[in-house]
């Protein structure tokens, strides 16, 4: 059983679209991330959620809007897809807000932008 | 900000020897947490291993250990006996206690030679 699943696994798309990733867990997790990764491999922590609560959201332009409509589930919605979006962005989940708890990750959704 | 430090970008050793990858930090918290997390080129990211800085004692899974110098800052993972399926890019990770967040090094890139 996926612990972390996200869809799309590969989205390719236009400059100025809108879309959406999912991702779902099922290990009753209820902190849940969206990590963006880039060109180079660096990763970096975009949004965070506990509970449907927002908790952490970094510098990220307003385009992306994260939606949280349970604690299982935590989206990833782009407007007005840019070139530098193309990245890699996973999904991660773990058991509450304890620091030493790891970090559960999905496969990673690769975002192409022509 | 706390940051993690990865100063080898790539490296390679040969089946079934032993090779360390390196990690620093910077923090001016007492209690955190370090890990170290594998993403092979199927883009997984898989936990190896983890280590509260409360705990002297280096963690050690199977043939992953680590070496941590918590007053020098360093969080080195060793690897005995390397495998094939070792391969992989290999990130350090810091979290703060009472943090949500993973701070994550730059990756270093690990080929395991025949």
């Known amino acids: 059983d996926t612990a972390v699943s996200q869809t799309p696994k590969y989205l390719v798309t236009q400059m100025g679209n809108d879309k959406s990733i999912k991702c779902e867990q099922n290990?009753?997790?209820?902190?849940m991330y969206w990590y963006k990764q880039d060109s180079k491999k660096f990763l970096k922590i975009m949004f965070s959620?506990?509970?449907?609560?927002?908790?952490i959201n970094e510098t990220v332009p307003n385009r992306f809007s994260p939606k949280s409509p349970d604690k299982a589930h935590l989206n990833l919605h782009i407007n007005s897809l840019e070139l530098g979006d193309s990245a890699v962005y996973f999904c991660?989940?773990?058991?509450?807000?304890?620091?030493?708890?790891?970090?559960?990750f999905g496969d990673g959704t690769r975002l192409s932008i022509l | 900000a706390q940051t993690v430090t990865q100063s080898q970008p790539e490296m390679s050793v040969q089946e079934a020897e032993t090779v360390t990858l390196s990690c620093t930090y910077d923090t001016s918290e007492s209690d955190y947490y370090l890990f170290w997390y594998k993403q092979p080129p199927s883009r997984q990211m898989i936990l190896v291993i983890r280590q509260e800085a409360y705990k002297q004692q280096n963690a050690t899974e199977n043939r992953f250990s680590v070496n941590f110098q918590k007053a020098a800052k360093s969080f080195s993972l060793k690897i005995s006996d390397s495998q094939l399926g070792d391969a992989a890019m290999y990130f350090c990770?810091?979290?703060?206690?009472?943090?949500?967040?993973?701070?994550f090094g730059k990756g270093t890139k690990l080929s395991v030679i025949p």
């Open positions: 991660a989940s773990s058991l509450g807000h304890r620091s030493n708890q790891p970090q559960h």
């Open positions: 959620y506990n509970n449907k609560e927002l908790i």
């Open positions: 990770a810091y979290t703060g206690a009472g943090s949500y967040q993973l701070t």
């Open positions: 290990l009753g997790h209820d902190t």
